[in-house]
């Protein structure tokens, strides 16, 4: 079964940088779009972000601007490179296979890796 680690989080202050990475056992990312996704403290999980197998990508209004998304097919991971964070950034980060170009997630869900921005 695949499974999706995503790493990179921590705490930083607004205005500050992160860049999350999102790594899979086997080879789920040839053929598939990614996404990344994030779930704000008591609210539901939001899309953020996501990459076709070819490299096009489409974000939230919320991130556009500040935030990338990019992939390494040979080494089965996506980024998401966060800059000009802001203390509404603050959730838990997910990726996930994902439908192009609804984004609709599928596929069962990592670990997530925490983002706290401080004001």
């Known amino acids: 079964q695949v499974q999706l680690v995503e790493s990179g989080g921590g705490l930083v202050q607004a205005g500050g940088s992160l860049r999350l990475s999102c790594a899979a056992s086997g080879s789920i990312f040839n053929g598939y779009a990614m996404g990344w996704y994030r779930q704000p403290p008591g609210k539901q999980r939001e899309l953020v972000a996501i990459?076709?197998?070819?490299?096009?990508?489409k974000y939230a209004d919320s991130v556009k601007g500040r935030f990338t998304i990019s992939r390494d097919n040979a080494k089965n991971t996506v980024y998401l490179q966060m800059n000009s964070l802001k203390p509404e950034d603050t959730a838990v980060y997910y990726c996930n296979k994902c439908v192009w170009p609804s984004g609709t997630p599928f596929g069962s869900w990592g670990q997530g890796t925490q983002v706290t921005v401080s004001s």
């Open positions: 990459i076709g197998s070819g490299g096009s990508t």
